[in-house]
């Protein structure tokens, strides 16, 4: 079994710029978005950062996703070993 990573993302939605929204083939909107994650909490709890992302033309010429949120590892799990249950927070909304 391999291990995986819970992780919690929150998003300011206002922050989205829609004009990087794009339509998919089934009718949906979606949005690129890029996490950074570091292995040492910060000053707020949280373990990194989304941020909208732009082309790899734009990020060559400097130009930078608004950052949309922040993010949280709630814990791992594999490896023969349990679920991080004790790390889940109950305002997951699903």
Known sequence: ???STLIAIKIDV????KSRLFQGKNGAQYLDAT???NEEQGQY???GMVTQSVSK???ESGVKGAILGNVKVLGEFGDNSAPAAAAV????PF
Do not use: L, P, Q, Y
């Not at 206002?14 to 710029?17: A, E, H, Q, R, V």
């Open 1 to 3: 079994m391999s291990k």
């Open 14 to 17: 206002t922050k989205i710029d």
């Open 35 to 37: 996490v950074f994650v």
């Open 45 to 47: 709890g949280d373990n």
């Open 57 to 59: 033309e734009e990020r």
């Open 89 to 92: 927070s109950d305002d997951i």
